[in-house]
């Protein structure tokens, strides 16, 4: 699986958009964008994931470059339970195959 | 939907006994998954499970660590002899197909 870049950590206001940039430059073209989130001492959840289209869900939005070397997660209004750590993951996307974690991004939500 | 259940939620043994880790996926996964999370290492895959059947092991750190996985609604990672080593938070997830995994809420192992 490609390997992912990111921020260790990031500041954002309370009610601003969150903007969490991820670099994977070495993505193959049947590898997907995998997003989850951590916080603090729960277990990881899944936000969100795309293949080469913008998509949206109720949680976030997921930029996908042209491409495909890099992507942002857009928390459009950020909450202090926003506050967490995030994980850029790319793996291949047929079959439920292993997701290796990196050490994502710390964001900080500031009231 | 109960979500993935583990249990214990917190365990404290001394070193050399023998730890047995549970957890339950959400009915209808038809894979799950075993992570270790400590500061210095991250969240590590030990070992994942398609239809009940090991898929891969690579993860698991020695032959202390074992994996079971007798039914589908079933999964167990034992360490027997536990160490002050293996004091970290083990997650199970489950999944179906190339949708997002689902996670438990992890067991706090502490060995002393």
């Known amino acids: 699986d490609a390997k992912t870049t990111q921020p260790p950590s990031m500041d954002c206001a309370e009610g601003r958009a969150a903007n969490l940039p991820c670099n994977h430059s070495t993505i193959s073209g049947n590898e997907y964008v995998y997003w989850y989130r951590q916080i603090h001492s729960q277990g990881p959840q899944y936000i969100i994931h795309g293949l080469k289209n913008n998509e949206t869900n109720e949680m976030a939005s997921l930029i996908i470059t042209e491409d495909r070397k890099s992507s942002t997660l857009i928390l459009p209004h950020a909450t202090l339970r926003d506050t967490a750590v995030y994980y850029c993951i790319v793996r291949v996307g047929r079959g439920a195959q292993k997701l290796v974690f990196g050490q994502g991004t710390r964001l900080t939500i500031n009231p | 939907d109960a979500g993935v259940i583990q249990s214990p939620r917190h365990e404290v043994t001394e070193m050399g006994q023998e730890v047995t880790l549970r957890c339950k996926p959400i009915s209808g996964h038809d894979y799950l998954f075993w992570y270790r999370q400590t500061m210095m290492r991250g969240l590590e895959l030990l070992i994942y499970?398609?239809?009940?059947?090991?898929?891969?092991d690579s993860g698991m750190p020695e032959d202390r660590f074992s994996a079971k996985m007798p039914n589908a609604s079933f999964s167990t990672l034992k360490i027997q002899p536990s160490e002050p080593r293996d004091s970290a938070v083990y997650f199970c997830a489950s999944s179906l197909s190339v949708a997002g995994y689902t996670f438990g809420s992890g067991t706090r192992l502490t060995v002393v």
């Open positions: 499970f398609n239809n009940n059947v090991p898929i891969d």
